[in-house]
């Protein structure tokens, strides 16, 4: 059982950056894949990006390669997601994951636990 919890979620002005963190308890964080999604009101949730168990291979969705870069630290069982250039678009709830597996994936099927989600507003 792995327990996430985001945070770092907040209100930035278009071209700006914010950092989230996932800060996980459990005793198995460093064995999983880690994930990031978001979802916009009304729309299903979407693949931000992954890293695999030892952070050294990661992907990302197409709308947001580029200006985001997840990472982890392991021993501070901790998942960040750095946003940079951000647009009005990126507007929304961004969820952290846990896939019960080493290698990344990018599909909601692929991960078994979520946290409750940290608010990203980003305006003109």
């Known amino acids: 059982q792995v327990y996430l919890k985001e945070s770092g979620g907040g209100l930035v002005q278009a071209g700006g950056s914010l950092r989230l963190s996932c800060a996980a308890s459990?005793?198995?964080?460093?064995?999983?894949?880690m994930g990031w999604f978001r979802q916009h009101p009304g729309k299903e949730r979407e693949f931000v990006a992954s890293?695999?168990?030892?952070?050294?291979?990661?992907n990302y969705g197409d709308s947001v390669k580029g200006r985001f870069t997840i990472s982890r630290d392991n021993a501070k069982k901790t998942l960040f997601l750095q946003m940079n250039d951000l647009k009005t678009e990126d507007t929304a709830t961004y969820y952290c994951?846990?896939?019960?597996?080493?290698?990344?994936?990018?599909?909601?099927?692929?991960?078994?636990?979520w946290g409750q989600g940290t608010q990203v507003t980003v305006t003109t």
């Open positions: 994951a846990s896939r019960g597996q080493l290698r990344i994936g990018s599909s909601l099927k692929d991960f078994d636990y």
């Open positions: 890293v695999d168990w030892l952070g050294r291979f990661t």
């Open positions: 459990g005793p198995s964080f460093n064995d999983y894949a």
